[in-house]
């Protein structure tokens, strides 16, 4: 994995995860297909592998969210 591929892989985590805070405070409207998004997008390599990395710096509830959106 390249430094940039780790980068843009982190920025999308914080977007999601800045979704997700948004979600669950009602300051938006629930996306539709945001799980499936979830399940189609960590299970590829590089995302998973940064995952692995960075869920440990998550709030806690924001890792079980993607965690369970995995199966």
């Known amino acids: ?3 940039e591929e780790e980068i843009f892989i982190g920025a ?4 999601l995860s800045t979704t997700y805070e948004a979600m669950k405070n ?3 409207i629930n996306p539709e ?3 499936q998004d979830i399940k189609s997008f960590f299970p590829l ?3 998973r592998a940064v995952w692995a990395e960075v869920k ?3 709030n806690n509830d924001f ?9």
């Open 1 to 3: 994995m390249t430094l």
């Open 12 to 15: 999308v985590i914080q977007q």
């Open 26 to 28: 009602g300051l938006t």
């Open 33 to 35: 297909g945001v799980r």
């Open 45 to 47: 390599p590089i995302p």
């Open 56 to 58: 440990k710096l998550q």
């Open 63 to 71: 890792a079980e969210f993607v965690d369970s959106s995995l199966g």
